[in-house]
C-alpha cells in the first residue's frame, strides 16, 4: 500500500518521473500482477521486485527476478499452467529464487520449512516452520512445466523456487 500511496502522491504533485530512475522493492506482502503493472505505469515503467524473509529468524528466503515476474505473469494467464505450477489456487502466488545455503521445503500442510546454518547468521535455525503456505519447485520442475506449455524461456539463474500462497 504504501508504494501505491508514494506513486500516487508523487502523480497529484506532477512529480516528474522522467527525470529520475527509481525502481521499487517490496516485501512482507503479496500483491497481484495487476498491481506491479499499475506502478510501473504511473511511474515511468519503474520496476518493482519483492523478497521475501523472515527477520525473527534471520533469513532472506528468496527473491523476485525477470525470470521469476516472467513466469508469474504467465501463470497469472494462464490458468492450467498456474495449476500445473502451484495446484489449485485460486490467487497467483509470489515466486522467488531462493539461493541453495538455505533449505526449504513444504510439509504435508504445505507450510514451508526453512533450515539455516550460515556461519554469520546470529542463530542456526533447523527445520523452522513460518506457518507460511507454499511449496518450492526445482529448476528442472520450472523449465519441464514451461517447456510442456510450449513456452521457451531461458531461466538465467539455476536456484531453485519457492512459491508463497499465505503468510501467517
Keep these: 500500500p504504501f508504494i501505491k500511496e508514494l506513486v500516487d502522491f508523487a502523480n497529484s504533485n506532477k512529480f516528474n518521473w522522467k527525470k529520475h530512475k527509481i525502481n521499487f ?8 500482477e495487476s498491481w506491479r503493472d499499475y506502478i510501473s505505469k504511473n511511474s515511468n515503467n519503474a520496476k518493482t521486485v ?9 533469513i532472506l528466503g528468496g527473491i ?17 499452467l498456474k495449476k500445473d505450477l502451484f495446484g489449485k489456487v485460486n490467487e497467483t502466488p509470489m ?12 510439509n504435508k500442510k504445505q507450510e514451508l520449512i526453512f533450515t539455516s ?3 554469520e547468521t546470529a542463530q542456526p535455525v533447523i527445520k523452522y ?4 503456505i507454499g511449496g518450492t519447485l526445482t529448476h528442472e520442475q520450472i523449465n519441464k512445466t514451461l517447456k510442456k506449455h510450449g513456452i521457451i ?10 512459491y508463497v500462497m499465505g503468510r501467517k
Design 153 to 162: 524461456h531461458k531461466i538465467h539463474s539455476p536456484l531453485p523456487f519457492m
Design 129 to 132: 516452520n513460518l506457518q507460511d
Design 64 to 80: 523476485e527476478n525477470n525470470d521469476t515476474i516472467f513466469i508469474r505473469k504467465l501463470a497469472d494467464k494462464n490458468h492450467q
Design 117 to 119: 546454518i550460515l556461519p
Design 25 to 32: 522493492i517490496a516485501g512482507g506482502e503479496d500483491f497481484p
Design 50 to 58: 519483492s523478497g521475501f524473509g523472515a527477520s525473527d529468524i534471520g
Design 95 to 106: 515466486l522467488f529464487q531462493y539461493p541453495t545455503n538455505l533449505y526449504v521445503y513444504a
